[in-house]
């Protein structure tokens, strides 16, 4: 028995009518379905997944079961010709994110060997992938996509040893610096200096030793600040402070805001470069359905990406790890996503266009 994936773009092809970026499959449990499919080896027996491509949530939206083999028909756009079928059983449908389709984002990170973008409608899954996609589709029975993802997250990309142990033990510094008269140098330049601290890496925005020597004194009382009292009116007038000092030629946006990470890991997460906290806002949306408020105000976003994103992480993860995950969560929306070409839509536009009714289990369809 082997497993074939199916493609659908709800652009060119929905029931009832021509299709559009809001286009729905109305087929439910057990009805028979007619699908165009490119290969010609499948048989009686073999499963199949639809997977929903296009703008909007993109993933596996539906598995079945294949009751009649390839077999050769008219074309639907052109009788003159002929196109090949099958014919399938739909075992399970989930439309959207809330139903549990099982995301291409997660798909792409889970299989990366296999073709999540198909030219043609009825490609074969690689054998070494079956499984996989067998137990996502399984797993995500009446949860959330999201939830899907960070599972597999948590089991697949979640370490408990080196940034996770590093992760608490920067943020038990806050303790130690706060119950004391003064910010030791060491403490100082490891919050302020390092480029990588334990809490996240800014890249090449990172401090340099001289601003940190010229302005010692402003960032001991502004460590202390954030530390006893992080919340969004000190992040503001943290920046505001920052732009009057003179001893800084430039505002380093993602080393403030990763002592403020440091300061509160309960409601604030690692993601301390904005744009990349953009990305996954705007992945979640239009990627996974959550319809999250976007200020763009870093502080207020990440607060609200905690709770949005909670719901769906494993109860009792601790915070250290739930912010790691988020972190995952990133690196998997902002993958590339090979996009189709104008012969793969017109592929998937003739192929939708053939789908009709057949049978439904125990009665006639309508």
């Given at each position: 028995m082997s497993s074939y994936l199916l493609s659908w773009n709800p652009k060119n092809f929905s029931t009832g009518g021509e299709g559009s970026d809001q286009g729905t499959l109305d087929y439910q449990k057990d009805e028979i379905v007619r699908w165009s499919c490119h290969s010609k080896q499948v048989t009686e027996g073999d499963?199949?997944?639809?997977?929903?491509?296009?703008?909007?949530?993109?993933?596996?939206?539906?598995?079945?079961?294949?009751?009649?083999?390839?077999?050769?028909?008219?074309?639907?756009?052109?009788?003159?010709?002929?196109?090949?079928?099958?014919?399938?059983?739909?075992?399970?449908?989930?439309?959207?994110?809330?139903?549990?389709?099982?995301?291409?984002?997660?798909?792409?990170?889970?299989?990366?060997?296999?073709?999540?973008?198909?030219?043609?409608?009825?490609?074969?899954?690689?054998?070494?992938?079956?499984?996989?996609?067998?137990?996502?589709?399984?797993?995500?029975?009446?949860?959330?996509?999201?939830?899907?993802?960070?599972?597999?997250?948590?089991?697949?990309?979640?370490?408990?040893?080196?940034?996770?142990?590093?992760?608490?033990?920067?943020?038990?510094?806050?303790?130690?610096?706060?119950?004391?008269?003064?910010?030791?140098?060491?403490?100082?330049?490891?919050?302020?200096?390092?480029?990588?601290?334990?809490?996240?890496?800014?890249?090449?925005?990172?401090?340099?030793?001289?601003?940190?020597?010229?302005?010692?004194?402003?960032?001991?009382?502004?460590?202390?600040d954030i530390l006893t009292n992080p919340t969004k009116a000190t992040f503001d007038k943290a920046f505001e402070d920052w732009k009057s000092q003179d001893g800084f030629s430039r505002t380093l946006y993602s080393v403030l805001h990763r002592v403020f990470s440091l300061a509160d890991p309960e409601s604030i997460t690692s993601v301390v470069g904005k744009e990349y906290l953009n990305e996954i806002i705007k992945g979640l949306n239009s990627q996974l359905q959550l319809s999250m408020f976007h200020s763009k105000h870093w502080f207020e976003d990440n607060q609200a990406l905690i709770h949005a994103v909670t719901p769906y992480i494993e109860p009792n993860t601790d915070i250290y790890k739930r912010n790691i995950l988020i972190w995952h969560l990133y690196q998997v929306l902002t993958q590339k996503i090979e996009a189709q070409s104008s012969t793969d839509v017109s592929e998937v536009k003739e192929k939708n266009r053939t789908v009709i009714k057949l049978w439904t289990i125990g009665a006639q369809a309508a």
């Amino acid at each position: 028995m082997s497993s074939y994936l199916l493609s659908w773009n709800p652009k060119n092809f929905s029931t009832g009518g021509e299709g559009s970026d809001q286009g729905t499959l109305d087929y439910q449990k057990d009805e028979i379905v007619r699908w165009s499919c490119h290969s010609k080896q499948v048989t009686e027996g073999d499963n199949v997944y639809l997977i929903k491509l296009g703008k909007g949530s993109r993933g596996i939206i539906a598995k079945g079961v294949v009751t009649k083999a390839s077999y050769v028909d008219k074309c639907w756009k052109d009788a003159t010709k002929e196109r090949t079928y099958i014919d399938f059983r739909v075992e399970d449908i989930r439309h959207n994110c809330n139903e549990g389709l099982v995301p291409q984002v997660l798909l792409l990170k889970a299989c990366p060997q296999q073709q999540w973008s198909p030219q043609s409608s009825g490609i074969s899954i690689k054998p070494e992938y079956e499984e996989t996609i067998n137990n996502l589709w399984l797993q995500g029975e009446n949860e959330h996509s999201l939830a899907i993802l960070f599972n597999w997250l948590s089991a697949n990309s979640f370490k408990e040893e080196g940034w996770y142990q590093d992760y608490q033990a920067t943020c038990s510094l806050k303790n130690n610096i706060t119950s004391a008269d003064s910010i030791a140098d060491d403490l100082l330049r490891r919050i302020w200096l390092k480029k990588a601290n334990g809490i996240a890496s800014v890249g090449n925005g990172f401090m340099y030793q001289r601003e940190i020597d010229d302005n010692k004194v402003f960032l001991q009382k502004l460590t202390f600040d954030i530390l006893t009292n992080p919340t969004k009116a000190t992040f503001d007038k943290a920046f505001e402070d920052w732009k009057s000092q003179d001893g800084f030629s430039r505002t380093l946006y993602s080393v403030l805001h990763r002592v403020f990470s440091l300061a509160d890991p309960e409601s604030i997460t690692s993601v301390v470069g904005k744009e990349y906290l953009n990305e996954i806002i705007k992945g979640l949306n239009s990627q996974l359905q959550l319809s999250m408020f976007h200020s763009k105000h870093w502080f207020e976003d990440n607060q609200a990406l905690i709770h949005a994103v909670t719901p769906y992480i494993e109860p009792n993860t601790d915070i250290y790890k739930r912010n790691i995950l988020i972190w995952h969560l990133y690196q998997v929306l902002t993958q590339k996503i090979e996009a189709q070409s104008s012969t793969d839509v017109s592929e998937v536009k003739e192929k939708n266009r053939t789908v009709i009714k057949l049978w439904t289990i125990g009665a006639q369809a309508a």
